[in-house]
């Protein structure tokens, strides 16, 4: 933020001063001698400076006629400005002001506002051409945005034209002023393109990440400059540093389309530390630009490999030229992917040099969507064999295609006795699914289940089952195999004993029972296992006389005399089916 003290000759700046004297050349005299060296011309050149050192008048007198060239910079309406004052409340200001007193307090003082040539000869002042440059602020920098110009041909008389003025903070322009050229540009401060008073459009294209134009399109309509800024390819380009085959393909498209023999067009390539390298123009006719090792130009050289230009420094230490091979060209090729289905592609283009090996997956990746699958890339309606090694030679369209995966019916049915929490299900060919949670089986009593079965084979891994189609699944629940017991009582057996028993299967817990005489002449034990051997103990409560016990007609016990309490037989059984127990008192 700057102001002017008006009682001393410095300029504060926010909270301090700074005293700044430099020497400025006022007066230049120059003298032209004649042969006779007494003869002369006397020309003089007179100079004006603002408050910021920058020369706002250059008088020209020579052979008694005088030329004045004055020019007006942002701080030459410092006056103008709230009485010298650059506030920074910049919220209130017009659009004029707002510009100048962003340029002050911004330091973007050297760009002219104003420039006009003036002419005098015998006390005659004519204003021979004058200058309007307008500017606005974009993205903080300060964007030449009109030109206008009152032209030689219109030479006006000084006392007929007034210099642009500052009216309620607003600059006004003298009616003379023609706009010679319009400039827009992008959010970043690059120029998008210029329109001259014909209406024709020059438009620009930007690329290393939008430092340098790679592309000028000239005599170009709104059409044609429309399809510029929405070509998603060429707005690709000022992200990057570029490579020579992609400006070459750009050269290519450009050159392509319908417009093109309305416009001319030239692209550019850069070395970014050097210069331009390579030009081309409408035609095709190229242009190489080669540096020495100190970045200076040393030659251009044409289509034809001859040297057209070429350039000596005085100072050069060994050898300093660089080399290039000028005359491989790098060609740049696109390829386009669509995807054919349901799903998404994350990329659909990717400009290449010819002859690169890439890999499609990398390039193109795709996502189908739910229920469909990647089938391939396919180009011209035939498969690409290896999309992983895949030669790039021209440009091509690929197709990306998606099939929808089949639907599958499964059926399931119950073999045996029991039931079902559900018997069919519509899936997708590859889902895996677990036909345990799937089909639920509920075996009735006395039954167990066996597994799944498909076309009479054990499926091995429900849980984990692939569906390859249709397909219908058999249940299976099978009868689980039963023990019974009989326990016969002989005649002398006291009616009122109790026999307790015990049983154990599969190394479960213990089960018990019991059972009194009274049910005689027999009583059945029925047990249920799924393997053998199970255990059955015998325990006898009361003291008997005397007691025999036979199982299955092998006698196991046999004592005559009386019986200790709690007496404990034991035995295994080894075979399933049925077994009789035989209890009597000899």
Known sequence: MFYRDRDASFINAISYKLYYYPFRLI?????????????????????????????????????????????????????CLDNGLIISDLNTYTADKYTLVYMINNNIIFKPIERSTLFIDNNDTIIVKSELFKHD??????????????????????????PTYFVNDNLVNDTFYKT???????????????VNKSGNITSFIWGYHNRLPIAKIINSNEEVDNFLLTNQLFASFSTKNLQDYEIDYLHKKLSSYNWQNICEFETFVYDPLCGITRHINTKGIRKYYFYDYFGRLKYVVDNNKKTKEYYEYGYQSGSSTKTFDIFKEDRGVLLTCSIVGSGTITNNSCLLRNGQIVSLYNLFPVTPAQYFEFEGYYVNGVLVSNPKSYYVFDDVKIEARIKEIPVAN???????????????CVLRVGDTVNLITLFQVTPSQYYEFDGYYVNGVLIPNPSNYIVLGDVQIE?????ILRSEIIVRFGESIISDALFTYYYQTNNESWREGYI???????????????????????????????????????????????????????????????????????
């Open 180 to 194: 010679e050229y319009q400039y827009n540009y992008y959010n970043n401060g690059v120029i998008k393109n210029y």
């Open 27 to 79: 007066e230049q005299l120059s003298y032209n001698y004649f042969r006779n060296k007494q003869d002369s011309i006397v020309n003089q050149i007179f100079y004006k400076y603002n408050i910021f050192n920058q020369i706002t008048e250059e008088k020209k007198i020579k052979n008694n006629k005088t030329e004045i060239v004055i020019t007006k910079f942002p701080v030459d309406y410092f006056d």
């Open 410 to 424: 499964l059926l399931c049915v119950i073999l045996g006795n029991g039931t079902l929490s559900n018997n069919s």
């Open 475 to 479: 249940a299976r629940t099978k009868e």
């Open 137 to 162: 602020i974009i993205n903080g920098i300060a964007c030449l945005t009109e030109y206008k110009m009152v032209l030689p041909s219109e030479l006006k008389r000084l006392n007929t034209f007034r």
């Open 516 to 586: 009194i005489a009274d049910s005689k002449p027999s009583s059945t034990i029925n047990t249920t296992t799924l393997s053998f051997p199970f255990k059955f103990s015998l325990k006898i409560t009361q003291i008997l006389p005397s007691l025999k016990v036979t199982i299955d007609g092998n006698v196991v016990y046999d004592y005559i005399g009386q019986t200790q309490p709690d007496l404990l037989i034991e035995h295994e059984f080894s075979e399933f089916g049925h077994h009789e127990i035989v209890i009597e008192i000899p």
